[in-house]
């Protein structure tokens, strides 16, 4: 069995896109101020971050990863 990293980084447009969730996007909030798409589910429920710029977005890096670890299971 593979499993998909949440986290995808293309170094060529500097974009990192974090996913939460397996769910799928159907609604999108844009925060033009820090570059930044939030994908919602059918429900409300985050998704993920699409985060342009990622390198000049420290702060909004650091808030993803601090979301996926909340969402990742607890080692045993």
Do not use: C
């Not at 060529?12 to 820090?34: A, P």
Request: no cysteine; aromatic share 10%; glycine share 6%.
């Amino acid at each position: 069995m593979t499993t998909r990293s949440p986290i995808f980084y293309d170094p060529s447009t500097d974009s990192m896109y974090v996913r939460f969730t397996d769910g799928n996007q159907w609604d999108q909030k844009v925060d033009d101020d820090r570059d930044l798409v939030i994908d919602y589910d059918e429900h409300g429920n985050l998704v993920g971050y699409d985060i342009q710029y990622a390198s000049q977005h420290m702060d909004v890096v650091a808030e993803a990863m601090a979301i996926l670890r909340g969402h990742m299971p607890k080692a045993a």
